[in-house]
């Protein structure tokens, strides 16, 4: 049995560019949150590290590795320290099945920007996702504080609930494309209407889950400082912190990647079989659009922080249970509807 040395070279700077990639990312989506708050409250936000303030997320990381490491002397260490290592480690593995673009041609070679194809994409994401709750319930409790403990609990029944919800959204989706693949997904759009267009509702259930599962405003309970003080990561400090910081970030850059590629076309745009280009440039060029797609969800993650106030708890409930669910069941049915009809004629 032969080694494919270069299959493995490949996935592993495919592996350390996306999450070189996904950590840049979080950082200076720190800088754009800033930025973004600052034009809605006409304000000027950071603009002093740097030209227009770009090395204000170097400081802050600075910032975070050089403070002093607390530990609370009645929590219990271990599960104090995996919490956030938890966290982090999640959310950097959700990427690992994201197409990032076409195939790119070196010498001969053909290279995939995806870590991993495989047939059931959507539900690693699912699967992963699902264990990011830990995290947060492992920071909360073993913080010992019961601020602490109250948002970790409040964190895993909104996670749960609108997992349900998002789940139940996506079989719409997945009873119109027959796969599982992400990258087959993709494909599809590639030659037809994305799915937003058949699929408006699934959408938008979609994307106010994925607001709820990032803990983002209006769903931020697990967090919301005028009642708890900070939530979950009260106790935390230096990089134990950052790691909950930039989880969430890695969680909101996903999940815009996730919807990007489900709902909007991923690396396709209109006619780019169509423009005569090398396969190499078209690839780039997907790319490209990919990450505008990208940077347009998080100013809208962004843009919904800055306007929207947070919910009640009850109100997180409610809408999760009453709302959304039944919401993604109707669609579900719909949709089903309309696939027998259209197999019928």
């Known amino acids: 049995m032969t080694i494919d040395w270069v299959f493995i070279l490949e996935k592993v700077l495919l592996i350390s560019g996306v999450l070189v990639v996904s950590l840049v990312v979080a950082m200076y989506s720190t800088w754009g949150e800033r930025k973004v708050a600052a034009i809605i409250q006409d304000r000027r936000g950071p603009n002093r590290a740097g030209f227009m303030g770009l090395f204000q997320p170097l400081a802050d990381g600075g910032k975070l590795f050089f403070k002093e490491e607390i530990i609370p002397t009645n929590s219990n260490r271990f599960l104090f320290i995996l919490g956030p290592s938890l966290a982090m480690m999640i959310a950097c593995m959700t990427s690992a099945v994201i197409p990032w673009g076409d195939t790119l041609t070196i010498a ?58 998002m789940g139940l959204s996506l079989i719409a989706l997945l009873m119109m494309t027959g796969t599982l693949s992400i990258k ?8 037809t209407y994305w799915n937003v267009v058949a699929q408006p509702l699934g959408f938008l259930i979609f994307l106010v889950c994925s607001f709820a599962e990032c803990n983002r405003s209006p769903f931020d309970l697990p967090e919301a400082e005028s009642e708890l003080n900070g939530g979950y990561h009260l106790e935390y400090s230096s990089m134990k912190l950052g790691f909950y910081l930039f989880a969430e970030y890695i969680n909101m850059f996903i999940s815009s990647a996730l919807m990007a590629s489900l709902y909007f076309g991923g690396y396709a745009f209109p006619y780019m079989d169509k423009m005569g280009l090398d396969q190499n440039i078209v690839t780039i060029l997907g790319t490209v659009v990919f990450f505008i797609k990208i940077i347009c969800f998080l100013f809208f993650f962004m843009w919904v922080r800055w306007t929207i106030p947070r919910f009640r708890y009850d109100q997180l409930m409610r809408l999760g249970w009453n709302i959304m669910i039944p919401l993604a069941l109707v669609n579900m049915l719909i949709t089903g509807a309309v696939i027998l009809w259209q197999q019928s004629h």
């Open 108 to 165: 001969g070679h053909s290279f995939s920007l995806q870590i991993a194809d495989i047939n059931i994409g959507i539900l690693y994401i699912f699967g992963v996702v699902s264990l990011g709750v830990y995290g947060i319930m492992l920071g909360g409790w073993a913080s010992n504080n019961k601020y602490s403990l109250l948002a970790s609990v409040r964190a895993a029944s909104q996670i749960i609930s609108y997992e349900l919800a």
């Open 184 to 191: 087959e997904i993709v494909e599809q759009q590639r030659h």
